[in-house]
Nanobody, 116 residues
Framework: QVQLVESGGGLVQPGGSLRLSCAASGARTWYTMAWYRQAPGKQRELVATITSGVGADYADAVKGRFTISSDSAKNMWYLQMNSLNLEDTAVYYC???????????WGQGTQVTVSS
């Protein structure tokens, strides 16, 4: 069974940084690894993604500030978030689509709050 577990959320001041981690189990080869977020009262939105054979892509709102990366040996991926602002406050979700296992998988979410 594929499971994703996020960590690294918390409270940070505007302009600060956080790094989110996603630990995966149940699969080791991924077609897509991604981070989504959902702010209060808003729909879940794609933040950053790594697609096999394509590379990384970012939402316009986070380009130049966020970086998605992966560590295949650890079966983990990360979201480095810099220059955080109030609009980045949301629950952040780890997402993955395995290459050889049907379905899409989500983590439970981790809260990121940007506040002074």
């Amino acid at each position: 069974q594929v499971q994703l577990v996020e960590s690294g959320g918390g409270l940070v001041q505007p302009g600060g940084s956080l790094r989110l981690s996603c630990a995966a189990s149940g699969a080791r080869t991924w077609y897509t690894m991604a981070w989504y977020r959902q702010a209060p009262g808003k729909q879940r939105e794609l933040v950053a993604t790594i697609t096999s054979g394509v590379g990384a892509d970012y939402a316009d709102a986070v380009k130049g500030r966020f970086t998605i990366s992966s560590d295949s040996a650890k079966n983990m991926w990360y979201l480095q978030m810099n220059s955080l602002n109030l609009e980045d406050t949301a629950v952040y979700y780890c997402y993955a689509k395995p290459r050889w296992i049907p379905g899409d998988y989500w983590g439970q979410g981790t809260q990121v709050t940007v506040s002074s």
